[in-house]
């Protein structure tokens, strides 16, 4: 088993002491990764940082955990401008972004920040804005015209450290979703899901996925959920495992005085466990 930190980027967690203090920790405990939520307003707060820029402050201050969302809502944006920022996050951090990917859901931030559409209108512009994302990260200038998008000309350069392009990670639970993640995807991330709901999702992403990226694509799990002691995240993170999980992120929601302290814990009282 591997881990990751998920920082909620909102109130009181976007502060900046905060996170640096977070990610150096979570660097020199181990953890594999730092995922950052992807969102301009939630129903508990509307006070947030955008999650990209978090991340290329990041990059300049640590070295090799990697760093990336959990998720970003791939119909917010114009995809094309998303792939460009993921690559420059990718060129600053020396080739370390995880592009986590979903249709989106708060429809606040949507109608606040841009336009909300219909739920299977946002599954279906999540797939026309991955393809666009990985056209631009793997040729040159592109001109595309789809049902959603309109790209005239764009140019993602320089590219990507990390070739074809930045891993992406599927925030989903819908079988039509897990079908284009399985194909056009990296790795699987979802949360609020149980051990039993998980394994049975896992089972189905593995059926449509090639046999040569099998062994490739990350299923991980972001656990929303707050534990008290080391043995409760102990018990939880071997059922995760025991179903397919290889890559466990919490979601860290503790009280901010407590942050720091309850991230070191984790490290030295639950990680070891699964050496």
């Known amino acids: 088993m591997r881990f990751g930190l998920i920082i909620p980027n909102m109130s009181p967690y976007c502060d900046v002491r905060l996170i640096s203090e977070a990610a150096r920790v979570a660097e020199d405990s181990g953890f594999e990764a730092l995922l950052i939520w992807d969102h301009y307003?939630?129903?508990?707060?509307d006070a947030t940082l955008d999650a990209w820029v978090v991340l290329s402050y990041l990059a300049s201050i640590t070295e090799r955990i990697r760093l990336g969302t959990c998720v970003s809502p791939i119909p917010f944006r114009n995809p094309a401008v998303l792939a460009k920022i993921a690559a420059s996050v990718d060129i600053i951090s020396g080739g370390r972004v995880i592009l986590g990917a979903g249709a989106g859901w708060h429809r606040p931030e949507f109608e606040g920040f841009g336009e909300w559409y219909p739920d299977a209108e946002r599954v279906?512009?999540?797939?026309?804005?991955?393809?666009?994302?990985?056209?631009?990260?793997?040729?040159?200038?592109?001109?595309?015209?789809?049902?959603?998008?309109?790209?005239?000309?764009?140019?993602?350069?320089?590219?990507?450290?990390?070739?074809?392009?930045?891993?992406?990670?599927?925030?989903?639970?819908?079988?039509?979703?897990l079908r284009f993640a399985a194909e056009n995807g990296d790795g699987w991330i979802p949360t609020m899901t149980t051990p039993r709901e998980y394994s049975k999702l896992a089972s189905y992403l593995r059926q449509h996925i090639k046999s040569d990226k099998l062994a490739s694509f990350?299923?991980?799990?972001?656990?929303?959920?707050?534990?008290?002691?080391?043995n409760e995240y102990i018990t939880t993170i071997e059922k995760y495992g025991g179903v397919g999980c290889m890559l466990y992120c919490m979601t860290w929601r503790f009280p901010k005085q407590q942050f720091i302290a309850k991230l070191r814990e984790f490290a030295r009282e639950v990680m070891p466990s699964f050496g």
Do not use: C, H
């Open 41 to 45: 307003t939630l129903p508990w707060s």
């Open 124 to 177: 279906a512009r999540t797939f026309e804005g991955v393809r666009i994302i990985k056209a631009l990260w793997e040729r040159g200038r592109l001109s595309y015209e789809g049902r959603y998008y309109k790209v005239r000309g764009a140019v993602v350069e320089p590219k990507p450290i990390q070739r074809p392009g930045p891993p992406l990670w599927f925030g989903t639970t819908g079988r039509r979703m």
């Open 218 to 230: 990350t299923f991980a799990y972001a656990d929303f959920d707050i534990y008290n002691t080391p």
